[in-house]
C-alpha cells in the first residue's frame, strides 16, 4: 500500500503565504519525480511545479518567483512554498509521485487534494 498524505492547504488573503507539504509512504523502493498541480473549478488539472530526485524544479510560468519546490529524499517529502499568493491560484492541491516499489512496480500517484483558497 503506497500513500501520499498531504497538509497545508487553508484560507489566506492575497499577498499571503501558504505551505504545502506531502509525504510518500508504504512499500517505495525510490522515487523519482515529486511535483505539485492543481485544479480550480471548471479547469483542467495543471502543473505547478515539479522536482527530479537530483533536485532539477520546472515551473508553471504563472507561479515562477513566487513559489518553490523542495524534497527532503530521506524522509519522502515535498513542499510547495507559496507566497505572494492570488485569488486566481485558488484550487485544489494535488501531490504526485512517480515511484519504484519495492517489488519493483513501477506506477504514477496523486494524494487526495488539499483546498487552497485566496480572499481577502
Known amino acids: 500500500q503506497v500513500q501520499l498524505a498531504e497538509s497545508g492547504g487553508g484560507l489566506v488573503q492575497p499577498g499571503g503565504s501558504l505551505r504545502l507539504s506531502c509525504e510518500a509512504s508504504?512499500?517505495?523502493?525510490?522515487?523519482?519525480?515529486m511535483g505539485w498541480y492543481r485544479q480550480a473549478p471548471g479547469k483542467q488539472r495543471e502543473l505547478v511545479a515539479i522536482?527530479?530526485?537530483?533536485?532539477?524544479?520546472n515551473y508553471a510560468d504563472s507561479v515562477k518567483g513566487r513559489f518553490a519546490i523542495y524534497r527532503d529524499n530521506a524522509k519522502s517529502t515535498v513542499t510547495l512554498q507559496m507566497n505572494t499568493l492570488k485569488p486566481e491560484d485558488t484550487a485544489v492541491y494535488y501531490c504526485?509521485?512517480?515511484?519504484?516499489?519495492?517489488?519493483?512496480?513501477?506506477?504514477?500517484?496523486w494524494g487526495q487534494g488539499t483546498q487552497v483558497t485566496v480572499s481577502s
Open positions: 508504504g512499500s517505495i523502493l525510490s522515487i523519482n519525480n
Open positions: 504526485n509521485a512517480d515511484l519504484v516499489l519495492r517489488n519493483y512496480y513501477r506506477g504514477n500517484y
Open positions: 522536482i527530479s530526485s537530483m533536485g532539477s524544479t
